[in-house]
């Protein structure tokens, strides 16, 4: 009734006013959050000077300790300090992650010869890493309890309203996303310095830094309007002492003079608590449900790898754009932006008139379609073959010098280096488009001038009587790559559709199954499995080893068409409940007799297994909620 009460003085359109300063510090969280993700690959290999895989292994480890540290943070929340503490606190962790980062991308702060390298690389190296230890605190720490601290926001009558929030919330994720990951590769390609101008990936840094504290204040203003539920008390502990106990008692009574239990926890019953022993079993039957879902973020998380390689091998000219390789990653947040409100708005009423389209058979759907996904991007990568030369996989040319005297050729930002006489240069690197290349002697210069496509390789010849343009003859070592990059389209288009019916109904349907006490635990397990999925794509690529890349692809869309009849038939035996209808039977009840706490549970299961049918929706009207809520 506490809690009601505080939002009812707070609405807008039947929506808390709170929700409004939380999707904005989410909003300005994901952009801070995916603008330094976007470009930190390329600071560890331009300005650390690190090899690709070094670059590759230190980027995954950091992905992967951002979805390992929510359980911290939910733990912290659920039993210490509560979810808005928490926020306020690791977000300054975080904040001062994103300055540090900032900071160690300053060139100047150690390049004393001012040739624009840093002379001190171990300086730069310890701060970017203790930069990015204290953001995958920050990040993952506040994860589970942003979305938790929303959804805690609504009463347990406004179902429809906290589901729209859980949808904004996601619209917002990939607002911030989408916006960060152009802003900062362009602020990245900046040069800047006070000695020296270097390519400016402090500036890159340093406006997500900058995101991140305009996020704390957004979130510190809403202060005096969020609905603030108190941590209560250690609950994880609790938790392990109370399963422990219930399997040691459990073992203890094997005999047959022992009647039996009708459920393993309710040996924990001789000395918990049985509302304890409710609610952990509702969170043991989502994370039951959780086992094979880290196979969805294995093919999830592939689009930032496996398919930006392949965009490597195709062609990314769309007339008046063209389109980088790991730009083809920004179609999945505007994906998102249009798909969320369609399938909200239209889809899924549509589909519910003709089927009970229920949380988990959406799951189901999504799995599916990141499945077809990745049969796209197999065949994709069968019509890449047909035309890909194994070598080399970018554009590239070579010079040879058929003149009497050693020569330069550079184009900007690419040195091709001094020629001796009849001699030939190494490959270099150009990008794609018109290139213009300046030639020069001790007597003599000129340009020349050449459209470069993706991914082909040239020999240039330079003849002994050099006039330039028309004297240098090309031949075409490796042919542009043909395959259109806009191929990759459908593959994007079935993986977003996948993801938003599998992550923001996962996102959802976390919330709404558990306990009030342990909401941001259980979002904590649905990241951990977007780390497990993260820690699988490294796994299967080592182990299976396989040639072709295809052939990956369709071993990995099966793997998940496996898991997802599994995930099916553990959905169909799911019975939905409301963890706050049977909490609050057991407190209203006291301490009556067995039979009558079963048939309450039974009761709440079977009201909310009804509403989840979606034969019956909350209205969301406050005084039809305070009329409920009194008669509980
Ligand atoms: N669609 C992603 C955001 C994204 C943006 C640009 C490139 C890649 C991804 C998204 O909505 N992410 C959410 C949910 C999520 C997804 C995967 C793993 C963890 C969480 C987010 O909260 O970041």
Known sequence: VKRSSTLNNNKVLGYPISIFFIVVNEFCERFSYYGMRAVLVLYFKYFLRWDNDLATSIYHTFVALCYLTPILGAIIADSWLGKFKTIIYLSIVYAIGQVTMAVSAIHDITDKDRDGTPDNMTFHVAMSMVGLFLIALGTGGIKPCVSAFGGDQFSEHQEKQRRTFFSVFYLCINGGSLLSTIITPILRAQECGIYTQEKCYSLAFGVPAALMVVALVVFIVGSGMYYKAEPQGNIMLDVCKCIGFAISNRVRHRGKQYPKRKHWMDWAE???????????????????LYIPLPMFWTLFDQKGSRWTLQATTMDGNFGALVIQPDQMQT???????TLVPIMDSLIYPLIQKCVNFTPLRRMTVGMLMAAIAFVCAGLVQIEIDKTLPTFPSASQSQFVNGMGMALNVSTPGVYVGLIDSSYYSNYSLVNNGKIIFTIWSDTQACNYSREFGFGSSYTFYIPGNLVCQNDITATEDIKPNTAHMALQIPQYFFITAGEVMFSVTGLEFSYSQAPNNMKAVLQAGWLLTVAIGNFIVLIVAEVAKI?????????????????????SIMAHFYTY?????????????????????????????????????????????DDDDERKKTKM
């Open 270 to 288: 001789d000395r918990y608590d049985k509302l304890l022993i409710a609610q952990i079993k509702m969170v043991l039957k989502v994370l039951f």
């Open 331 to 337: 179609v999945n947040p505007i994906l998102i932006l």
């Open 547 to 567: 040639p072709e890349q295809w052939a990956e692809y369709i071993l990995f869309a099966s793997l998940l068409i496996v898991v997802c009849v599994i995930f």
């Open 577 to 621: 409940i409301n963890p706050a209808e049977i909490e609050a039977q057991f407190m209203k009840k006291g301490d009556d007799n067995d039979e009558d706490d079963k048939k309450q549970l039974q009761k709440g299961m079977e009201m909310v297994k009804r509403n989840s049918t979606g034969s019956h929706s909350y209205d969301g009207d």
